[in-house]
């Protein structure tokens, strides 16, 4: 059992900050990437962060020069630095891990169950 657990979200004012942490736990073999996608009501979720087990981080264009990955491999965590919130960043932020939870298994990915972050005044 993964499990992958969300927090940081919240109400901001456009303008603001927030951070998102994320926890992997469980039966982890080796986790090869990290990352945060987003789903605003109506929309497909998409990517707007990830980074892998060397450091190579990729951002999405829309949150380019205002959010920012970065990872704990020695805990398992990745965190989502979000600043200059605006009104369309509103959606449910995911992590996401893509990792083996052993040896002989295919890799495969696990969600978080998902955090609001809402970006009004």
């Known amino acids: 059992q993964v499990q992958l657990v969300e927090s940081g979200g919240g109400l901001v004012q456009p303008g603001g900050s927030l951070r998102l942490s994320c926890a992997a736990s469980g039966s982890i073999f080796s986790i090869y990437a990290m990352g945060w996608y987003r789903q605003a009501p109506g929309k497909k979720r998409e990517l707007v962060a990830a980074?892998?087990?060397?450091?190579?981080?990729n951002h999405a264009d829309s949150v380019k020069g205002r959010f920012t990955i970065s990872r704990d491999a020695a805990k398992d965590m990745v965190y989502l630095q979000m600043n200059s919130l605006k009104p369309e960043d509103t959606a449910v932020y995911y992590c996401?891990?893509?990792?083996?939870?052993?040896?002989?298994?295919?890799?495969?990915?696990?969600w978080g169950q998902g955090t609001q972050v809402t970006v009004s005044s």
């Open positions: 980074i892998t087990s060397d450091g190579s981080t």
């Open positions: 996401n891990a893509r990792m083996k939870t052993l040896r002989w298994v295919p890799t495969d990915d696990y």
